[in-house]
Nanobody
């Protein structure tokens, strides 16, 4: 059974940094890409950053230059978030895309507030 568990969220002041991690248990085959999405209260879930297995990256315009996605040798994703803003407040979800389906974690809350 595949499970994705996010960690690294929390409360941070504007201008601060956080690093999100995604622990993957179980075997996932046919991975196309992995990444991070976020959902703020009352809003839809949106892509934040994504990396293909070839290493190509894609970022939401709102986070370009501030967030960086990376992965380890097992293709598990990390998200380094710098210069955080109050509008970055959301639940952040780890996502792995395969040829057949998407896998999702349950999310980790990031709150940016003074």
């Amino acid at each position: 059974q595949v499970q994705l568990v996010e960690s690294g969220g929390g409360l941070v002041q504007p201008g601060g940094s956080l690093r999100l991690s995604c622990a993957v248990s179980g075997s996932i085959f046919g991975i196309n890409a992995m990444g991070w999405y976020r959902q703020a209260p009352g809003k839809q879930r949106d892509m934040v950053a994504q990396m293909t297995t070839d290493g190509d990256t894609n970022y939401a315009d709102s986070v370009k230059g501030r967030f960086t996605i990376s992965r380890d040798v097992k293709n598990t994703p990390f998200l380094q978030m710098n210069s955080l803003k109050p509008e970055d407040t959301a639940v952040y979800y780890c996502n792995v895309k395969t040829l057949w389906r998407d896998y999702w974690g349950k999310g980790t809350l990031v709150t940016v507030s003074s």
